[in-house]
């Protein structure tokens, strides 16, 4: 079904309808029947799919004890489910580790600060097997500004729409209550010479004006520096530092946020919120298939910027109260700029730097409009009913990466690149309904529909339902099934954006071919399913074990099947398509414990196992993970103010691809390595002095175990070794 109502104006105009819609901020709410001493508690869907067996909370406190070096991912990590991995199942710029929940890969996580979507890494471009120079987007909030951190994964996830196939990672913000001032400073140093350190400060300046208007600052500033250029000489072939693989690279970030809230009464607020960021490479020789040269040495030596990513949003944010229920409804600008040095566009040479001075720039821009409401009623069940809606626009302008020349101009695609469109652009329009019921005072269901219209593939419907059964006053049983999806990038549907082997990587060796964007595709579906059970006592031993299962389709992939077919001088070219490829199935086992004993000590662990994670059609693995991680942590508090932790993780054995996803053969020798199994132990102390500074310090990777990358098989990223770290937080 396609583009059923025009698009562009009438969309906006929409999207203005919702952000004036009531909507619900997730609450709590106490029904009681005076005939009955009894009160049941019934939570808005929201809060209770947060029950959820697949979802686990990080708070401040945490970040305090193991503080990240830079990015939150290394803390979020260590969450059940969750892995590092690159954008690729390639293992292509495998040391840019992003969050890959579930084994879905990182383009199936969604991001959000304060419940808004971060989308800055959709302006990098996407390679045709899924690479892209990127780190995500789990670095656009300084550490010692976070209050909790959110995980979301399996069924949970879907009612947050496209991108929420494998999971949501959820940054929530600190909003000081009355006046104070917190900062953090933190410094990381390796033990190894040719490991990059790391440096950091935050502050946090907030609290009331008056008895009507609130303010808060976040400010942010971080290096992480980069790897030398030799750091993996001993694990390559070549004496010479640049014919080996890069480690990772340097990150310089700045962060800046306002934000203005105003009381308008009690049953009304405002917020209005402004933030730039930007992030900094400091260029480690990283390229994205072949290596060497002067230019990328001299920009190695030199520790040059090669790229910056600025992030700037403005959203405004309602919260209401009625007769009726509560809402929580805003509407956000996030604007994204991406400059790099220019790379190359066509075969070996593809994500090769080749300019040491001229730079392209790629602006991205999304409205993001949201709007629900919760009601609560007392029909055959208590329950609340959650209605909302949400907007999405994309817009990109993009004269970098439409530069690559279409011989003939095949596949109705322009051949000067100075006759393509440079901007393209998606609208997506979303409508939910959820409805959590208290059946008795054990069983509580929730049922969920979503409609999503897209104007490029038109309707799309996900319909969910979760469970949660009280065994006993200590076991609970909970399961949920739903259907996710993801929308095609602007990449994949860009009909401008033409990629060419240049007679290397083609579909079966078929000679040199293009592949095109494509602007009829489906979203990819994933079939989400999930059963579990937890064990809580009164003495605070928890205990939980889930299964999950999901069934892929439509992924989007290069296409197979030749589209067009030319000829010119004496070579032959064919023409492919981005295209839905495929089904494609992932399932696991999750398990969590918390056993607390002699009342100083807490013994946390979990462990996650990928028991398939296969496409159905080539067999091969959908991202990098290991087949199974053990997270776990032994907390002593000796004193109220003195706590030790000592902590391990444990990464099973990563296996690669093995074919080759762009030509179909079949790799052998190096190119089938695997990265065998290996643990990395941390220790750390931390001390409050008095309510208003605690000192942490520690040890990460105690043992010095360290991996190096070859980009051999499934060796594609650094282990760094032995590093001391120190940090300060302070409150007044």
Same mark, same amino acid.
């Given at each position: 079904?396609?583009?059923?109502?025009?698009?562009?104006?009438?969309?906006?105009?929409?999207?203005?309808?919702?952000?004036?819609?009531?909507?619900?901020?997730?609450?709590?709410?106490?029904?009681?029947?005076?005939?009955?001493?009894?009160?049941?508690?019934?939570?808005?869907?929201?809060?209770?799919?947060?029950?959820?067996?697949?979802?686990?909370?990080?708070?401040?406190?945490?970040?305090?004890?193991?503080?990240?070096?830079?990015?939150?991912?290394?803390?979020?990590?260590?969450?059940?489910?969750?892995?590092?991995?690159?954008?690729?199942?390639?293992?292509?710029?495998?040391?840019?580790?992003?969050?890959?929940?579930?084994?879905?890969?990182?383009?199936?996580?969604?991001?959000?600060?304060?419940?808004?979507?971060?989308?800055?890494?959709?302006?990098?471009?996407?390679?045709?097997?899924?690479?892209? &120079?990127?780190? !995500? #987007? $789990?670095?656009?909030?300084?550490?010692?500004?976070?209050? =909790?951190?959110? @995980? %979301?994964?399996?069924?949970?996830?879907?009612?947050?729409?496209?991108?929420?196939?494998?999971?949501?990672?959820?940054?929530?913000?600190?909003?000081?209550?009355?006046?104070?001032?917190?900062?953090?400073?933190?410094?990381?140093?390796?033990?190894?010479?040719?490991?990059?350190?790391?440096?950091?400060?935050?502050?946090?300046?907030?609290?009331?004006?008056?008895?009507?208007?609130?303010?808060?600052?976040?400010?942010?500033?971080?290096?992480?520096?980069?790897?030398?250029?030799?750091?993996? &000489?001993?694990? !390559? #072939? $070549?004496?010479?530092?640049?014919?080996?693989?890069?480690? =990772?690279?340097? @990150? %310089?970030?700045?962060?800046?946020?306002?934000?203005?809230?105003?009381?308008?009464?009690?049953?009304?607020?405002?917020?209005?919120?402004?933030?730039?960021?930007?992030?900094?490479?400091?260029?480690?020789?990283?390229?994205?298939?072949?290596?060497?040269?002067?230019?990328?040495?001299?920009?190695?030596?030199?520790?040059?910027?090669?790229?910056?990513?600025?992030?700037?949003?403005?959203?405004?944010?309602?919260?209401?109260?009625?007769?009726?229920?509560?809402?929580?409804?805003?509407?956000?600008?996030?604007?994204?700029?991406?400059?790099?040095?220019?790379?190359?566009?066509?075969?070996?040479?593809?994500?090769?730097?080749?300019?040491?001075?001229?730079?392209?720039?790629?602006?991205?821009?999304?409205?993001?409009?949201?709007?629900?409401?919760?009601?609560?009623?007392?029909?055959?069940?208590?329950?609340?009913?959650?209605?909302?809606?949400?907007?999405?626009?994309?817009?990109?302008?993009?004269?970098?990466?439409?530069?690559?020349?279409?011989?003939?101009?095949?596949?109705?695609?322009?051949?000067?690149?100075?006759?393509?469109?440079?901007?393209?652009?998606?609208?997506?329009?979303?409508?939910?309904?959820?409805?959590?019921?208290?059946?008795?005072?054990?069983?509580?269901?929730?049922?969920?529909?979503?409609?999503?219209?897209?104007?490029?593939?038109?309707?799309?419907?996900?319909?969910?339902?979760?469970?949660?059964?009280?065994?006993?006053?200590?076991?609970?049983?909970?399961?949920?099934?739903?259907?996710?999806?993801?929308?095609?990038?602007?990449?994949?549907?860009?009909?401008?954006?033409?990629?060419?082997?240049?007679?290397?990587?083609?579909?079966?060796?078929?000679?040199?071919?293009?592949?095109?964007?494509?602007?009829?595709?489906?979203?990819?579906?994933?079939?989400?399913?999930?059963?579990?059970?937890?064990?809580?006592?009164?003495?605070?031993?928890?205990?939980?074990?889930?299964?999950?299962?999901?069934?892929?389709?439509?992924?989007?992939?290069?296409?197979?099947?030749?589209?067009?077919?030319?000829?010119?001088?004496?070579?032959?070219?064919?023409?492919?398509?981005?295209?839905?490829?495929?089904?494609?199935?992932?399932?696991?086992?999750?398990?969590?414990?918390?056993?607390?004993?002699?009342?100083?000590?807490?013994?946390?662990?979990?462990?996650?196992?990928?028991?398939?994670?296969?496409?159905?059609?080539?067999?091969?693995?959908?991202?990098?993970?290991?087949?199974?991680?053990?997270?776990?942590?032994?907390?002593?508090?000796?004193?109220?103010?003195?706590?030790?932790?000592?902590?391990?993780?444990?990464?099973?054995?990563?296996?690669?691809?093995?074919?080759?996803?762009?030509?179909?053969?079949?790799?052998?020798?190096?190119?089938?390595?695997?990265?065998?199994?290996?643990?990395?132990?941390?220790?750390?102390?931390?001390?409050?002095?008095?309510?208003?500074?605690?000192?942490?310090?520690?040890?990460?990777?105690?043992?010095?175990?360290?991996?190096?990358?070859?980009?051999?098989?499934?060796?594609?990223?650094?282990?760094?070794?032995?590093?001391?770290?120190?940090?300060?937080?302070?409150?007044?």
């Amino acid at each position: 079904m396609k583009r059923f109502i025009s698009r562009g104006g009438c969309m906006t105009a929409l999207a203005v309808i919702l952000i004036h819609t009531p909507s619900v901020f997730a609450q709590t709410y106490t029904v009681s029947d005076p005939t009955v001493l009894e009160t049941l508690v019934v939570r808005a869907a929201s809060e209770e799919l947060k029950q959820a067996l697949g979802v686990s909370n990080i708070t401040a406190e945490d970040l305090e004890n193991a503080p990240p070096a830079n990015d939150l991912s290394e803390i979020i990590r260590k969450m059940p489910g969750v892995n590092l991995t690159g954008n690729s199942a390639t293992g292509i710029r495998g040391n840019n580790r992003q969050i890959d929940i579930r084994g879905m890969g990182p383009e199936n996580t969604l991001i959000l600060i304060d419940g808004k979507p971060v989308l800055s890494r959709n302006s990098v471009r996407y390679g045709r097997s899924g690479e892209r &120079d990127t780190r !995500g #987007d $789990s670095n656009w909030v300084p550490a010692g500004a976070v209050e =909790r951190i959110e @995980v %979301i994964r399996g069924p949970a996830a879907a009612r947050y729409g496209s991108g929420a196939a494998g999971g949501v990672v959820n940054i929530i913000t600190k909003k000081p209550k009355e006046t104070t001032v917190e900062f953090s400073v933190f410094a990381q140093m390796p033990e190894h010479s040719d490991e990059g350190g790391s440096r950091r400060a935050n502050l946090v300046i907030g609290g009331p004006v008056n008895d009507m208007f609130s303010y808060r600052i976040l400010a942010g500033i971080a290096q992480s520096d980069p790897d030398s250029a030799d750091v993996n &000489d001993e694990a !390559g #072939d $070549s004496a010479d530092a640049l014919d080996t693989p890069a480690g =990772r690279e340097g @990150v %310089i970030n700045r962060d800046i946020s306002g934000l203005w809230s105003a009381d308008i009464n009690a049953d009304h607020s405002v917020d209005f919120e402004l933030t730039y960021s930007r992030q900094s490479n400091i260029y480690a020789g990283d390229t994205q298939y072949s290596s060497g040269g002067a230019l990328i040495e001299d920009l190695t030596e030199s520790g040059a910027e090669t790229n910056t990513m600025t992030r700037t949003t403005a959203s405004v944010t309602h919260k209401g109260k009625y007769d009726f229920g509560e809402s929580n409804s805003f509407v956000q600008w996030e604007h994204t700029h991406n400059r790099r040095l220019l790379e190359g566009l066509a075969g070996g040479g593809e994500g090769k730097i080749n300019s040491d001075s001229d730079y392209g720039d790629i602006y991205l821009d999304n409205l993001i409009a949201k709007s629900e409401f919760d009601i609560p009623l007392d029909m055959l069940w208590n329950q609340t009913v959650t209605l909302g809606g949400e907007y999405r626009g994309e817009f990109m302008l993009d004269n970098v990466s439409i530069q690559q020349a279409m011989a003939g101009g095949a596949g109705g695609v322009a051949a000067d690149p100075a006759d393509r469109d440079p901007k393209s652009f998606a609208h997506l329009l979303g409508l939910y309904v959820e409805d959590n019921i208290m059946v008795n005072d054990r069983l509580t269901v929730t049922p969920g529909l979503r409609a999503d219209y897209h104007d490029k593939f038109g309707l799309n419907f996900s319909p969910s339902l979760n469970a949660s059964y009280q065994v006993t006053d200590e076991i609970t049983v909970k399961g949920g099934i739903a259907r996710a999806y993801k929308s095609p990038n602007l990449y994949q549907l860009n009909p401008n954006y033409v990629y060419t082997s240049r007679g290397n990587g083609c579909w079966q060796n078929q000679g040199q071919c293009y592949v095109l964007g494509n602007p009829d595709l489906d979203p990819e579906i994933s079939l989400n399913k999930e059963i579990g059970v937890s064990y809580q006592n009164l003495d605070g031993l928890n205990a939980s074990l889930t299964y999950y299962h999901n069934d892929y389709e439509n992924r989007i992939a290069s296409g197979k099947d030749i589209v067009d077919t030319f000829v010119s001088g004496a070579n032959t070219y064919n023409v492919f398509r981005w295209a839905n490829s495929g089904p494609a199935v992932i399932s696991g086992l999750e398990g969590s414990l918390t056993v607390p004993f002699l009342d100083q000590f807490t013994w946390t662990t979990n462990a996650s196992k990928i028991i398939e994670t296969r496409d159905k059609s080539t067999g091969e693995p959908l991202s990098l993970v290991p087949e199974y991680t053990i997270n776990t942590s032994l907390r002593y508090e000796p004193m109220e103010n003195l706590g030790l932790t000592l902590g391990a993780t444990h990464y099973g054995k990563i296996k690669p691809q093995g074919t080759n996803p762009n030509t179909g053969a079949a790799y052998s020798g190096d190119d089938l390595a695997e990265r065998e199994a290996y643990t990395i132990v941390d220790a750390s102390v931390d001390y409050e002095f008095n309510e208003h500074f605690k000192v942490t310090g520690g040890v990460n990777n105690v043992f010095d175990f360290r991996l190096q990358r070859t980009n051999e098989g499934a060796q594609t990223f650094n282990e760094p070794g032995r590093a001391y770290y120190v940090s300060l937080n302070g409150s007044f």
